[in-house]
């Protein structure tokens, strides 16, 4: 069994890093940071569009490129190198997948295209505060096609298009389409660790939602599936992050000379960047095993959706960390960017749930395997 990339996909990586590279630097990040009217960088949006990588995973049926999960992997871990402040995450590994995996055919030819060319920013509503998502914290209610409730923290909610909503109808819980540029839906952002990835608080009075395929109200059985889908890309995004942090450490301790000698001689700096390396391969491995997993629609994907999650949200928070620890004094100051590796790293682990989440998802998954 080959678990490594193909040629192309590799030829894939390759050109969208040098396109990144130049299009989406520091300075595109910080525009972000710096500006609180901004929200995300549209300038490098529209050409990450133009590219045509939002429709890599959507089938050519519905206006996409047609290629795959594993390319979609591949440019998941680029953008996460450079911290793109696009909400791509939002429309491609949420928003696109879940209509892919649960919408009806009707959502999948109106929508999907759209996703694709960029015209709708898709983002997925479910929590409605602090704490772990779970069927009794769902408060949100349909009636009669109509959605009423709260919804926070959404990731690129304020610049959104169209919602996944979770929400009880009668005795079940369903997955919801809704467009947000009713009256009826209002948003307010919200303030984070990380300004360059957007997040806004949702609240909906009677608006219009289109149940996606009816599941007979197991809406959390069907999120759970797209979650799945989605922790394997967002585990690429975070190795992309971890493996520029190594490198940023690494090009550091190369040129930062103390006593007449490049600090990355000292063997306390070694250590950092073999621990970095160690979690960063591990992290890697289990990505590697998530991204197989799923383009192969695998029965082990929940359980290798969760590892390759909980490996990756270690990796990139241990990284960002021993990045900043190996610049030293410098690495805490605003000019050196590594509290912009920082600040994503924290969010990213939390976003689609806590790494203590998916813990439990891995050792249910596993109880499960053992079990059959």
């Given at each position: 069994m080959n678990f490594d990339f193909s040629?192309?996909?590799k030829f894939l990586r390759d050109e969208a890093r040098k396109f990144l590279e130049a299009q989406c630097t520091s300075a595109h990040v910080r525009a972000v940071l710096d500006d609180d009217a901004m929200s995300h960088n549209d300038e490098v949006w529209q050409k990450i569009v133009e590219m045509g990588w939002l429709g890599a995973a959507i089938p050519e049926e519905f206006g996409g490129l047609g290629l795959g999960m594993l390319e979609l992997c591949v440019i998941a871990e680029e953008l996460g190198r450079v911290l793109a402040p696009v909400p791509f995450g939002s429309s491609a590994f949420?928003?696109?997948?879940?209509?892919?995996?649960?919408?009806?055919?009707e959502q999948k030819a109106e929508l999907l295209p759209k996703v694709a060319d960029g015209s709708i920013v898709g983002c997925l509503a479910t929590t409605e505060g602090p704490g772990s998502l779970s069927a009794s914290s769902v408060q949100a209610t349909v009636k009669k096609g109509k959605l009423s409730g709260t919804k926070l923290p959404v990731t690129d909610g304020d610049i959104a298009t169209h919602a996944i909503v979770l929400a009880k109808e009668g005795s079940g819980i369903e997955l919801y389409v809704v467009a947000?540029?009713?009256?009826?839906?209002?948003?307010?952002?919200l303030k984070t660790i990380?300004?360059?990835r957007s997040?806004?608080?949702m609240k909906f009075d009677g608006a219009s939602a289109m149940r996606m395929a009816p599941h007979e109200g197991n809406g959390m059985e069907v999120?759970?599936?797209i979650m799945n889908r989605a922790a394997v890309l967002l585990a690429f995004e975070q190795l992309g992050g971890a493996s520029r942090c190594l490198e940023m450490a690494t090009e550091y301790a190369k040129e930062r000379h103390a006593f007449g000698r490049p600090i990355g001689g000292n063997q306390a700096i070694k250590h950092k960047l073999a621990d970095i390396y160690v979690k960063n391969e591990v992290?890697?491995?289990n990505a590697?095993?998530?991204a197989w997993a799923l383009s192969t629609d695998a029965t082990e994907l929940p359980e290798a959706a969760a590892a390759a999650r909980v490996a990756a949200s270690e990796a990139f928070w241990f990284a960002s960390k021993e990045n900043i620890q190996t610049h030293g004094g410098m690495g805490f100051t605003w000019e050196v960017d590594c509290h912009l590796y920082y600040r994503r790293a924290k969010l990213l682990a939390v976003q689609a749930g806590s790494p203590a989440v998916w813990k439990e998802k891995l050792v249910r998954a596993l109880e499960h395997k053992n079990a059959a």
């Open positions: 040629d192309d996909q949420f928003f696109a997948e879940a209509i892919k995996l649960a919408g009806t055919d947000l540029d009713q009256d009826t839906v209002s948003r307010k952002s990380e300004p360059t997040h806004a608080e999120l759970d599936k992290a890697r491995s590697y095993y998530g």
